[in-house]
């Protein structure tokens, strides 16, 4: 038996109740914020990329793309939940450079990207205005001035300019001054709009949000992937037909199917139910087989990690490791573990947690490497450096926490100490 392949846990408490285990999820936060920290700020307004050992890529005049900015604002406004020092200032500082830079005063809306200069990709994308959502109802729980009227702002833009009532979902991407440029519909930006409906449901009350993120999961999970075996399809037409010959640049719309979005599915799906009050029977179970069906058809199960993208014949497409698809699966199996627990769920999550441990945490420089090669040897085919905190700093804190909602929301209901 390979290292790739799970082996089941003694008998015993889950590594979720287990001191030792906790304390280590609590260190690795930890590094994760100081790796980012104290190296992002950028003093003309926005945040820098990192390379591998922690210093900008480019300081003279980086181009700043929205994702990035938000999901700052979104991970610090954790730190300073959990009540890490200075995390506050990069909330404040990215929460001005969006209010002041990427949104639009002319035209309304959020621009993907600028520099020191001003727009240099000014089309308003779904994927970055449901960022803006989320970094907005992350500041309103720390009590940032702005958020108010940010998550005014937001979700007026998204009711009037995105949102299509006769599909329950968003559409895509606009020029600057809102001229439609595609036909083209995805998955992955209604997905992370479900993400931030949830999180401003719970920072505002507003049920509005829950009802819309409730539609979305019913199409893009109840109604497409339920009818693909729970292969999660990513891209479509204008009327919500699946698209199966769409090809897009590969980092945000790559051909096919992506298992890495069928765990984060996953672990969405049973927030949802649980936020909306454990109604949608059918809600359970599409987790349930979502995570299975990731581990069977996207898991390597030579060398290990996920595939990055398989064809419509479920053969990998885009063979790469890549980080996030481990940390979302990591976060899938905790809240798996939570509501339906069983060997299954808690074998993977530790074997994930080893897999992440040996290839993906750069226990030398820091952060976690963003790409592996097939044979998991470290690649920049896609990413350079290290440009996620979001997505590994949530597999480490999410394990911490009761699976009930965001980590904005069950962070403030209850304090998770590593002895806890």
């Known amino acids: 038996m390979t290292m790739s392949q799970p082996v089941l846990p003694p008998v015993g408490p889950t590594w979720r109740s287990n001191r030792f285990h906790r304390k280590w999820l609590f260190e690795q936060a930890n590094n994760l914020f100081g790796f980012f920290q104290h190296g992002i700020i950028n003093p003309a307004g926005g945040f820098f990329d990192l390379d591998d050992a922690g210093q900008p890529i480019e300081t003279a005049n980086p181009v700043r793309q929205i994702h990035n900015t938000t999901r700052m604002v979104h991970c610090f406004a954790i730190g300073t939940l959990l009540g890490r020092p200075g995390c506050d200032a990069i909330v404040d500082h990215g929460m001005n450079y969006l209010w002041n830079a990427h949104r639009d005063a002319q ?185 299975r069906q990731s581990i069977e058809l996207g898991w390597d199960k030579d060398k290990g990690g996920f595939f990055y993208a398989l064809d419509w014949d479920d053969k990998p497409r885009l063979p790469q490791k890549l980080w996030w698809p481990c940390a979302e699966a990591i976060g899938a199996a905790a809240f798996l573990n939570e509501h339906s627990p069983g060997d299954f769920h808690e074998q993977w999550y530790r074997l994930l947690w080893g897999f992440a441990d040996r290839h993906l945490i750069d226990h030398r420089q820091g952060g976690w490497r963003p790409e592996l090669s097939e044979d998991l040897k470290p690649g920049t085919t896609l990413f350079t450096g290290k440009p996620d905190l979001y997505h590994a700093l949530q597999a480490c804190l999410i394990p911490l926490f009761p699976a009930a909602g965001s980590l904005t929301k069950v962070i403030p209901e209850g304090s998770a100490s590593p002895q806890s």
Do not use: C
């Open 107 to 291: 035209h309304g809306g959020y621009v993907w990207s600028l520099d020191n200069d001003g727009p240099k990709d000014d089309t308003k994308q779904a994927y970055g205005h449901a960022f803006v959502l989320l970094a907005a109802s992350s500041a309103k729980v720390v009590g940032h001035p702005l958020a108010d009227r940010l998550i005014q702002d937001i979700t007026k833009v998204l009711e009037e300019r995105f949102w299509e009532e006769q599909h329950g979902a968003v559409t895509e991407e606009f020029s600057r001054d809102w001229q439609p440029l595609s036909q083209y519909r995805g998955q992955n930006s209604n997905m992370h709009l479900t993400e931030s409906l949830m999180a401003a449901f719970e920072a505002t009350g507003d049920r509005n949000y829950l009802d819309k993120a409730e539609r979305i999961a019913g199409l893009i999970i109840g109604r497409h992937a339920a009818a693909l075996g729970y292969r999660v399809a990513e891209h479509f037409h204008s009327d919500w037909s699946l698209d199966k010959e769409y090809r897009g640049y590969d980092v945000f719309r790559p051909y096919g199917t992506t298992p890495g979005h069928w765990l984060e599915w996953a672990r969405l799906v049973l927030q949802l139910w649980t936020l909306g009050g454990k109604r949608h029977a059918w809600m359970p179970e599409a987790a349930r087989e979502l995570f």
